[in-house]
């Protein structure tokens, strides 16, 4: 199992529910192929740039161990969802 860790930008639109159960996807995703080890919600930040005509995002930073065919299925579902403006997944071995 490889360490990986995946950090996501919600839409800062969305109700709390909807943040909500964009984490709890994530998490399920993660959670077929692997185990989630932690999840850092940060909250509303300011972007470095403007997104979709938005200056502010709904950050999220999740630890996870998993088998290397999973970050390229987790980058498939986050790319298609419209609740995920940003993400990126770094392979925490390789550092």
Do not use: C
Request: glycine content about 4%; aromatic content about 8%.
């Amino acid at each position: 199992m490889t360490k990986y860790e995946v950090m996501f930008v919600i839409d800062p639109t969305l109700e709390d529910e909807k943040k909500e159960a964009t984490i709890e996807t994530v998490k399920e995703i993660i959670a077929a192929q692997g185990t989630v080890s932690n999840v850092d919600v940060w909250g509303m930040r300011k972007l470095a740039y403007p997104i979709e005509k938005k200056n502010e995002g709904y950050y999220v930073v999740a630890e996870f161990e998993a088998e290397p065919t999973l970050p390229k299925e987790l980058d498939r579902r986050l790319r298609i969802s419209d609740n995920v403006m940003r993400h990126i997944i770094i392979n925490k071995d390789e550092e």
